[in-house]
């Protein structure tokens, strides 16, 4: 496939994506038409004074979620893919997403527990993504620091395993013995949510996943010599120790706020890497990171979209909605005899 055929590919994607981003906005429990929406995007008045207030500061914020969200999983699965050279590693293996559900658990549940009434009491808007960026920062700086004390990166996967498992077990210990209004708290962040961040926590949000963003094009050329084994990128003159511990940062910064903002959403950054592969039929990371998140931004917006219900006051879980698109993936992929990393 030439140069010219992925700009078609990028074109056709982007104009998709572009449709379900107004799609998106128009559906929910308010039905609002295609020019009213357009009409206010471009600063104008909508037809109804509450049809604007909706669509400023409910569904745009919305939208805009989905896509980074989407998209940073996606780009977080394509590197986790990549250093671990396993098909089925995700943006959550090293254990980031435990971590920051371990945060809100103890903010949560830990809280009359341990006698932090008052602080239960004091919850703020920024409450639950600060307890679950702590979480995630705490199991980012164990990985980190043992990634360095091992040399081989299938250990990494599996100490970022036992940190999952380590985080989850303290979680389940903390939900037998909860009140039960606080582990319905918990659960119900556990599900995932698109919907609940301001203008403020997004522009955060936007901020570490455009600096995540920015760190990933000095490794590129990495990303794509690790494909071929860690002996070929040596042999390149390419230092594997500082390679994989800027994938390791990247991947749990961008991990953690996004976890942190939206709550734990799976399978997209496990499926979509491998959509991307099979769409643009190439393993180079030079159209694959922008391909995964492109890709990834469609999906979530497709999946947020179906969770809307629309016409109707309820909205499903975005995580069984995801899962109900990931896991047929996931079951394809293990089924297929055909080799995953083209």
Same mark, same amino acid.
């Given at each position: 496939?030439?140069? &010219?055929?992925? $700009? $078609?590919? /990028?074109?056709?994607?982007?104009?998709?994506?572009?449709?379900?981003?107004?799609?998106?906005?128009?559906?929910?429990?308010?039905? =609002?038409?295609?020019?009213?929406? /357009?009409?206010?995007?471009?600063?104008?008045?909508?037809?109804?004074?509450?049809?604007?207030?909706?669509?400023?500061?409910?569904?745009?914020?919305?939208?805009?979620?989905?896509?980074?969200?989407?998209? @940073?999983?996606?780009?977080?699965?394509?590197?986790? #893919?990549?250093?671990?050279?396993?098909?089925?590693?995700?943006?959550?293996?090293?254990?980031?997403?435990?971590?920051?559900?371990?945060?809100?658990?103890?903010?949560?549940?830990?809280?009359?527990?341990?006698?932090?009434?008052?602080?239960?009491?004091? /919850?703020?808007?920024?409450?639950?993504?600060?307890?679950?960026?702590?979480?995630?920062?705490?199991?980012?700086?164990?990985?980190?620091?043992?990634?360095?004390?091992?040399?081989?990166?299938?250990?990494?996967?599996? =100490?970022?395993?036992?940190?999952?498992?380590?985080?989850?077990?303290?979680?389940?210990?903390?939900?037998?013995?909860?009140?039960?209004?606080?582990?319905? #708290?918990?659960?119900?962040?556990?599900?995932?949510?698109?919907?609940?961040?301001?203008?403020?926590?997004?522009?955060?949000? @936007?901020?570490?996943?455009?600096?995540?963003?920015? @760190? !990933?094009?000095?490794?590129?050329?990495?990303?794509?010599?690790?494909?071929?084994?860690?002996?070929?990128? $040596?042999?390149? @003159?390419?230092?594997? #120790?500082?390679?994989?511990?800027?994938?390791?940062?990247?991947?749990?910064?961008?991990?953690?706020?996004?976890?942190?903002?939206?709550?734990?959403?799976?399978?997209?950054?496990?499926?979509?890497?491998?959509?991307?592969?099979?769409?643009?039929?190439?393993?180079?990371? $030079? !159209?694959?990171? &922008?391909?995964?998140?492109?890709?990834?931004?469609?999906?979530?917006? !497709?999946?947020?979209? =179906?969770?809307?219900?629309?016409?109707?006051?309820?909205?499903? &879980?975005?995580?069984?909605?995801?899962?109900?698109?990931?896991?047929?993936?996931? =079951?394809?992929?293990?089924?297929?005899?055909?080799?995953?990393?083209?």
């Amino acid at each position: 496939m030439n140069l &010219p055929i992925y $700009k $078609k590919h /990028f074109l056709l994607l982007s104009v998709l994506l572009i449709l379900l981003f107004f799609v998106n906005i128009s559906l929910g429990s308010v039905a =609002i038409p295609f020019q009213d929406i /357009f009409s206010v995007l471009v600063g104008g008045n909508s037809s109804k004074e509450s049809w604007e207030i909706i669509i400023l500061n409910f569904r745009i914020p919305k939208a805009i979620t989905a896509i980074l969200v989407g998209s @940073g999983l996606s780009v977080c699965g394509l590197l986790m #893919q990549t250093l671990f050279r396993n098909p089925l590693a995700g943006p959550f293996v090293l254990g980031i997403s435990s971590g920051a559900s371990l945060g809100v658990a103890l903010l949560l549940i830990g809280s009359s527990l341990f006698g932090g009434v008052l602080l239960s009491e004091t /919850f703020t808007h920024w409450t639950l993504p600060i307890a679950a960026s702590l979480g995630a920062f705490l199991v980012l700086s164990a990985v980190i620091i043992t990634a360095n004390s091992v040399r081989n990166t299938m250990s990494i996967l599996i =100490i970022g395993l036992m940190f999952g498992s380590f985080a989850s077990a303290i979680i389940s210990v903390l939900s037998y013995f909860s009140e039960a209004t606080k582990l319905q #708290q918990f659960l119900f962040w556990s599900f995932g949510s698109l919907g609940n961040l301001s203008w403020n926590e997004l522009l955060v949000l @936007g901020v570490f996943y455009v600096i995540a963003m920015c @760190g !990933i094009f000095p490794i590129l050329k990495s990303l794509n010599s690790l494909l071929l084994g860690e002996n070929y990128a $040596k042999s390149l @003159g390419i230092s594997i #120790q500082k390679s994989r511990n800027i994938i390791l940062v990247i991947t749990s910064l961008l991990t953690g706020i996004i976890t942190a903002f939206s709550g734990p959403i799976a399978f997209v950054g496990l499926a979509v890497p491998h959509l991307a592969r099979m769409f643009f039929t190439t393993s180079n990371h $030079k !159209i694959l990171v &922008p391909a995964s998140a492109i890709i990834g931004a469609i999906v979530l917006l !497709i999946c947020d979209s =179906i969770a809307q219900l629309p016409t109707s006051d309820y909205t499903l &879980p975005i995580n069984a909605i995801t899962s109900i698109f990931g896991a047929p993936v996931v =079951i394809w992929l293990l089924i297929r005899k055909k080799k995953l990393f083209v």
